[in-house]
C-alpha cells in the first residue's frame, strides 16, 4: 500500500502540475525502479532471498485493490483540495502584491518615457556632433 500511496503523489503531483509524455514516462521509470529495489530488499530481508509465488501474489493483489478502491477517491479529492488552496493562495497574494504590480508599471512606463527621450537625445547629439565633424574638416581643407 505503501508503494501505491507513493504513486498516488506522483499522480497528485502531474494533476496539479502539467507532465510532458516524456517527463511522465521518467516518473514512471524512476519509480519503478525505486519500487523494484524496496519488493525486492522486502523479499531479501522476510524470505531469505526466495522469491515465492505467493509473495508476488500478494503484492500485485494488494495494489490492485488499493487502486481499485482507495487510490481513485485519495488521488481525485486531494488533488481538487490542493487545487483550491493553490487557488486561494494565489488570490490572496494577487492581492497582498497588487500595490506593488501598480508601482511597477509606473516605473516600468516611467523607464520607457526615459528611455524614448534618451533616444531623441542620442539622434539629436549624432547629427550635432556630425554637423561639428563637417564644419571642423571644412575648416581643416580650406587652411
Given at each position: 500500500?505503501?508503494?501505491?500511496?507513493?504513486?498516488?503523489?506522483?499522480?497528485?503531483?502531474?494533476?496539479?502540475?502539467?507532465?510532458?509524455?516524456?517527463?511522465i514516462?521518467?516518473?514512471?521509470?524512476?519509480?519503478?525502479?525505486?519500487?523494484?529495489?524496496?519488493?525486492?530488499?522486502?523479499?531479501?530481508?522476510?524470505?531469505?532471498?526466495?522469491?515465492?509465488?505467493f509473495?508476488?501474489?500478494?503484492?500485485?493483489?494488494?495494489?490492485?485493490?488499493?487502486?481499485?478502491y482507495?487510490?481513485?477517491?485519495?488521488?481525485?479529492?486531494?488533488?481538487?483540495?490542493?487545487?483550491?488552496?493553490?487557488?486561494?493562495?494565489?488570490?490572496?497574494?494577487?492581492?497582498?502584491?497588487?500595490p506593488?504590480?501598480?508601482?511597477?508599471k509606473?516605473?516600468?512606463?516611467?523607464s520607457?518615457?526615459?528611455?524614448?527621450?534618451?533616444?531623441?537625445?542620442?539622434?539629436?547629439?549624432?547629427?550635432r556632433?556630425?554637423?561639428?565633424?563637417?564644419l571642423?574638416?571644412?575648416g581643416?581643407?580650406?587652411?
Amino acid at each position: 500500500m505503501i508503494l501505491v500511496l507513493v504513486y498516488d503523489c506522483l499522480r497528485i503531483l502531474r494533476r496539479l502540475v502539467r507532465h510532458g509524455v516524456i517527463w511522465i514516462s521518467m516518473e514512471d521509470l524512476c519509480y519503478w525502479i525505486f519500487t523494484a529495489f524496496i519488493i525486492f530488499a522486502m523479499l531479501y530481508q522476510k524470505n531469505d532471498g526466495l522469491i515465492r509465488g505467493f509473495s508476488i501474489g500478494g503484492i500485485v493483489l494488494g495494489m490492485f485493490l488499493y487502486n481499485q478502491y482507495i487510490s481513485r477517491h485519495t488521488v481525485r479529492y486531494i488533488a481538487y483540495i490542493l487545487k483550491k488552496v493553490i487557488w486561494f493562495v494565489q488570490k490572496i497574494c494577487g492581492f497582498v502584491l497588487k500595490p506593488f504590480q501598480k508601482a511597477a508599471k509606473k516605473v516600468a512606463n516611467g523607464s520607457s518615457i526615459l528611455a524614448g527621450k534618451g533616444r531623441k537625445f542620442k539622434k539629436s547629439l549624432n547629427k550635432r556632433l556630425k554637423r561639428a565633424g563637417k564644419l571642423i574638416k571644412i575648416g581643416i581643407v580650406k587652411k
